[in-house]
């Protein structure tokens, strides 16, 4: 890429920078002062050169002689975009800063509206022009140096000097806003943002309001999540199509997405979405195929480490941030997110209805399920569960038993006392686990509870929707058995009791090769397995008991 | 400081460290030129916030003098 760099002050810091940058060949100048004469002079050195793009930085000060009258002022401003407009060719981008007067006359002049005068003079000239064109573009160097603030922007003594506006800070910036502006004229943008829900659109868990509600607001964190919405939407103005993968009953959270007063994004924001317990990598690969995007246009966010880690794994094209710890980054992240992935050098009025047109053609028809090695992603989890003894962790087994709602397969509620009953009761046995990954400690985060009387009947089975698609589940099944089995039972009976909230679970029994016993009159299912055979489980966790 | 400042200069130059030391010439040095000289008074400003006064700073031959200038 042919880089050429002019301006009316002099700029050869930046283009020091840029010099032996990769992938960029950068004009040499002579002097500075006359951007306008080098461009318009096609025998000049600059047209030997033949530059891809032409970046144009402006000081406005310098350039209207540092006179703030409005009419003697915009006549200068005029006249150069007159100038420039009759330069301007065809095969060559040229980006053109926009507005920031600087000086120490700012600070002696007493109405502010004399500044935005002139500031609003050059933009709209330099908007006009740009609109007109395709390949005159903003270069936007008034955000860059409100980033910086004005007081590490300048330096008034390499002004003086050596006519050298913006100190070094400043000078790396503009040379970095440069390279990313080549690259994002040859880069392919990303084109789909697909989001999780819980703790990443908002706070709290969707359909778990006893143990972490949904946090959405005006003010403090709920805040933070709603102002990451307004990014995401704005985004979306921009030509990013939409899309929710995520583990959450779908009622709960389209019903959250739908009715909550703080909701920024509503379901007609989206193209399309896959909120179900199924793999996450598979239900990407399917939303790719529906919107016939590859794999390589789609960002993946998620606020759940081993989530994120699956995507990279199994789906490696997805480009799948690591996700801000503080709640007030997101909104900063989002903005990153955007420079990063989805920038383009022009936004055309097709990008802004993107999501419709998608909406429109989204098919129903079955989709193919992807292969992704789901077994690999799981061993490279190097997940340990060690179970523990539940008699020093009576409050988080109650925690679990009574709180949780959506891997719960009978829902039973129990008191303090109960509890007490069943950890006396030699006939009870209480499971209950902690896990660990590679990612950290998950905590305690399963527990089942089995009697043993004349049959052996997991009367409990609960775990947190943390560690949930990860087979930890057939795991504590596998712990059950052999247990059960070593107490001498050749069977063992499973319950599952139907809610509102548990049909993640429904199918847990049966897929785990356990027959259907009994449907009872109450919506109660029994399951049976025999435990004569030798029962082959799927683990991918390392097991040990706490001494 | 003096350390820090020579390793400042070879930074902004591009040199290997060991090239500038208190007794280098300005003029002997390859590429510190006028426009370097600038960058160079400007990165003591801004990184070892030492400002040496406009005055005194276009007007400096060696690197023992930009010392002395500097008050280091």
Redesign the interface.
């Known amino acids: 890429m042919k880089v050429a760099l002019l301006s009316n002050i002099?700029a050869?810091?930046i283009n020091?920078y840029l010099n032996g940058c990769k992938d960029i060949e950068i004009y040499e100048p002579q002097g500075y002062g006359n951007e306008l004469g080098v461009l318009l002079n096609r025998d000049s050195s600059l047209y030997d050169f033949a530059p891809d793009m032409v970046f144009i930085i402006t000081d406005l000060m310098e350039l209207i002689g540092r006179d703030l009258e409005i009419t003697a002022a915009g006549k200068k401003i005029d006249e150069w975009f007159a100038l420039f407009e009759s330069s301007l060719s065809e095969g060559t981008v040229f980006y053109v800063s926009d507005a920031f007067v600087h000086g120490f006359e700012v600070d002696l002049v007493w109405e502010r509206s004399v500044i935005t005068a002139v500031e609003n003079k050059w933009d709209e000239n330099l908007y006009a022009l740009a609109n007109k064109y395709s390949n005159v573009r903003v270069f936007g160097l008034n955000r860059i140096i409100r980033l910086y603030g004005e007081s590490n922007a300048f330096?008034r003594?390499?002004w003086?000097?050596?006519k050298?506006l913006y100190?070094?800070?400043l000078q790396k910036a503009l040379a970095e806003e440069i390279i990313h502006r080549t690259e994002i004229e040859i880069r392919q943008p990303k084109k789909a943002l697909l989001l999780d829900l819980d703790n990443t659109l908002w706070r709290g868990l969707a359909g778990e309001n006893d143990i972490s509600p949904v946090i959405l607001s005006e003010d403090g964190v709920g805040l933070a999540y709603k102002n990451f919405q307004r990014g995401i939407k704005l985004l979306k103005s921009q030509g990013v199509i939409l899309g929710i993968v995520s583990k959450n009953n779908e009622d709960d959270a389209i019903s959250i997405i739908e009715n909550h007063p703080h909701m920024v994004l509503r379901l007609e924001d989206f193209a399309t979405y896959r909120i179900n317990w199924e793999n996450k990598a598979e239900n990407i690969v399917s939303i790719s195929k529906e919107l016939n995007i590859g794999l390589d246009s789609i960002v993946f966010i998620d606020d759940n480490k081993a989530e994120q880690a699956l995507i990279r794994e199994a789906l490696s094209q997805v480009y799948v941030p690591d996700f801000p710890v503080n709640p007030e980054e997101l909104s900063s992240f989002i903005a990153e997110i955007y420079r990063q992935c989805f920038e383009k050098p022009i936004v055309t009025d097709e990008d802004k209805n993107k999501t419709k047109q998608y909406r429109e053609n989204q098919t129903r028809k079955q989709l193919m399920k992807a292969s992704v090695d789901f077994a690999g992603y799981l061993d490279n989890l190097e997940m340990r569960m060690i179970r523990v003894n539940p008699e020093k962790h009576k409050e988080r087994l109650l925690q679990l038993v009574n709180k949780t709602n959506q891997f719960n397969l009978t829902t039973r509620r129990l008191t303090e006392q109960e509890l007490a009953n069943i950890l006396r009761d030699n006939n009870s046995e209480v499971f209950l686990y902690r896990v660990l990954d590679r990612f950290g400690d998950n905590g305690i985060v399963a527990a089942a509870m089995v009697e043993y009387r004349n049959e052996a009947v997991i009367t409990e089975f609960t775990m947190s929707c943390r560690v949930m698609g990860r087979k930890i589940e057939d795991a504590v099944i596998d712990d059950i058995e052999k247990y059960s089995a070593s107490r001498g039972y050749g069977e063992l009976v499973g319950i599952y009791i139907p809610t509102e909230k548990n049909k993640p679970v429904k199918d847990l029994y049966s897929s785990l090769g356990y027959k259907k016993r009994e449907v009872c009159d109450d919506g109660t299912f029994e399951f049976v397995i025999s435990l004569k055979d030798d029962l082959v489980r799927d683990i991918h966790v390392e097991r040990t008991t706490e001494v | 400081m003096r350390e820090k400042m020579i390793g400042l200069i070879e930074k902004t130059l591009n040199l290997a460290h060991g090239v500038i030391n208190e007794d280098t010439k300005i003029e002997e040095v390859p590429g510190w030129d006028?426009?370097a000289?600038?960058?160079i008074?400007?990165?003591i400003?801004?990184?070892l916030g030492i400002?040496i006064p406009?005055d005194e700073?276009?007007d400096i031959a060696s690197v023992g003098e930009l010392f002395e200038k500097a008050g280091v």
Do not use: C, Q, T
């Open positions: 002099n050869d810091p020091r330096s003594k390499m003086y000097m050596g050298i100190s070094a800070v | 006028s426009l000289h600038v960058l008074i400007g990165a400003e801004s990184d400002s406009l700073a276009v």
